[in-house]
């Protein structure tokens, strides 16, 4: 059966559609497409203090350094919960952990996780205590734009050594 007249035109348009996407999608990169499958990003700061937060001076400056290079988790569910995703402070102590998760929730996560140092304290000064888990659960704070996507933030609500 020879192509009809309308299939002529469905495959000279599907040609030109796919001309016209083309650059677009060349456009809308890797990194585009993980900022639309990311449901959240975690942001905040680790100190080197007992417990975890910025200690300020009488003076009003932030006298505790960062606690750089520690392994941050995010930990869902009962007990020790499980690992479901990870990430390292920088030298200023900046927790940045993106959300790229399909199998939880923000409301999930915000009720069901929390986040736990897994770098001793000790390591950022020894005179720190050795045992004890530095933790804290995560509050909604605001929304990031990355290459035009609103990225919820979460941050720690504050740290305890349990
Ligand atoms: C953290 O500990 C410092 C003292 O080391 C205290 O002043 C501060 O209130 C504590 N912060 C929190 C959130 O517990
Ligand atoms: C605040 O006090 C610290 C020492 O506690 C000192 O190093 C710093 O220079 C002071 N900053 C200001 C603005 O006075
Ligand atoms: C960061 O920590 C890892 C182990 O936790 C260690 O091997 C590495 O040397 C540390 N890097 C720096 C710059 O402190
Ligand atoms: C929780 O983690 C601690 C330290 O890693 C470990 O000793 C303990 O056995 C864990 N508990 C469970 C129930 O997995
Ligand atoms: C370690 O902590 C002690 C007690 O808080 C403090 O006196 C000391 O300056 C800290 N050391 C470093 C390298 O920050
Ligand atoms: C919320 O984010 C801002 C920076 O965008 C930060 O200064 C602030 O400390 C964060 N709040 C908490 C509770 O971490």
């Given at each position: 059966m020879a192509p009809s007249k309308k299939t002529m035109l469905f495959v000279c348009l599907l040609v030109a559609t796919s001309a016209m996407v083309v650059p677009a999608s060349a456009q809308f990169g890797l990194g585009d497409l993980l900022n639309f499958l990311r449901i959240g990003s975690i942001q905040g700061i680790l100190f080197c203090s007992g417990n975890g937060t910025a200690t300020v001076g009488s003076n009003g400056t932030i006298i505790s350094p960062p606690f750089s290079n520690a392994t941050v988790q995010l930990r869902c569910g009962s007990?020790?919960?499980?690992?479901?995703s990870t990430g390292i402070t920088s030298s200023t102590g900046q927790i940045s952990i993106p959300?790229?998760?399909?199998?939880?929730s923000l409301s999930q996560i915000l009720s069901g996780c929390r986040l736990v140092?897994?770098?001793?304290?000790a390591q950022c000064?020894?005179?720190?205590?050795?045992?004890g888990t530095l933790t804290s659960n995560l509050i909604r704070n605001g929304t990031i734009t990355i290459g035009g996507i609103n990225i919820p933030i979460l941050s720690p609500i504050g740290f305890t050594l349990t």
């Open positions: 007990g020790n919960g499980t690992v479901i959300l790229n998760i399909l199998s939880f140092v897994a770098t001793p304290l000064n020894v005179t720190m205590p050795s045992v």
